[in-house]
């Protein structure tokens, strides 16, 4: 009888997580037609704008197709098995709902952080980030990859002893969380939530190519992070969005793609095999300190 519950507890949990992802998308596309509205009352709508939005669509009809077909049921499958293990076993009440969402944000964090720090790993996630605009459109725009990493990063929770279900629904009201901070329409809120949550002004810190943004502002729901590991830092002068070397294109295949034949480009030019695996597994732009001082001598 406990298993059978169990299963049922599963089913629900399971049910909740596909009516909030479906509702939300649904809420996501109303959202964008008032942001494009907007833009077209400003006089700031352009036909590269639509292409992009566009453009952000079919990335994820992509990723859709690469998630449902060869990561899904490795996914969850990788969540039961490892639920077998677990250390305890956690029962599923408010207040470890609570728990396991603020320890799915830290994982979020720290997940986040690294697909920025290793090349390897920003070549799917700097598909995000290769948006010159910013709507919730934007917030769709995702790399072959993106779908994988954060198994490694939540699986922990599992193997605490939380249901993997829950989990996995966390997991997506993060994203969602996060899916509602791209949007130009809302500026700065009123200051206690500035501090604590992240709001769509430190988002857009996050997208920002200028050289202060870099690298800054990775949480999902809470700032705190953020202000707690070195990584804050306010919207104060004009974001401008996409990457430092921006892909010029609306191509969607271009901007699927656009991360892994730029890293296979760069491996490919590099001397040495240490140096391939340097560019790999470094930040981005890394360069070995030999190629680094002939750069300064050339110029």
């Known amino acids: 009888m406990d298993m059978l519950n169990s299963y049922i507890g599963d089913f629900h949990l399971a049910r909740w997580e596909a009516l909030i992802d479906d509702w939300f998308f649904v809420f996501a596309l109303g959202f964008l037609i008032f942001e494009l509205l907007r833009y077209a009352v400003v006089k700031k709508l352009s036909l590269e704008m639509l292409g992009d939005t566009v453009t952000n669509f079919i990335t ?17 499958g990788a969540y039961l098995w490892a639920s077998q293990f677990a250390l305890f076993d956690i029962p599923t009440t408010w207040a470890s709902v609570i728990i396991v969402l ?33 709507n919730i459109s934007v917030a769709y725009r995702h790399g072959p990859l993106d779908g994988f990493w954060p198994l490694f990063f939540h699986l922990p929770l599992v193997l605490l002893g939380f249901n993997p279900f829950l989990v996995l629904v966390v997991e997506l009201l993060v994203q969602l969380y996060q899916t509602a901070l791209h949007t130009e329409v809302i500026g700065k809120l009123w200051k206690p939530i500035e501090y604590i949550m992240n709001t769509p002004s430190h988002h857009r810190v996050h997208h920002g190519s200028n ?25 104060k002068e004009k974001v401008v969005y996409g990457l430092v070397t921006p892909i010029n294109s609306v191509n969607p295949f271009v901007a699927f793609l656009h991360g892994f034949t730029r890293l296979f480009r760069d491996v490919w030019a590099m001397p040495g095999f240490g140096n391939k695996l340097g560019v790999l597994f470094k930040p981005p732009g890394w360069q070995p300190k030999a190629l680094k001082q002939n750069a300064k001598h050339k110029s």
């Open 60 to 76: 994820l009809a992509f990723f859709i197709g690469i998630s449902f077909f060869l990561l899904a049921g490795f996914y969850v």
């Open 211 to 235: 050289r202060k943004y870099l690298d800054k502002n990775y949480a999902g729901i809470f700032i705190i992070w953020d202000r707690m590991f070195g990584t804050f830092e306010e919207e």
């Open 102 to 134: 603020i320890l799915a944000d830290l994982a979020y964090y720290w997940e986040h952080r690294i697909l920025h720090r290793i090349n390897v790993l920003w070549a799917t996630h700097s598909v995000h980030h290769s948006s010159p605009f910013f």
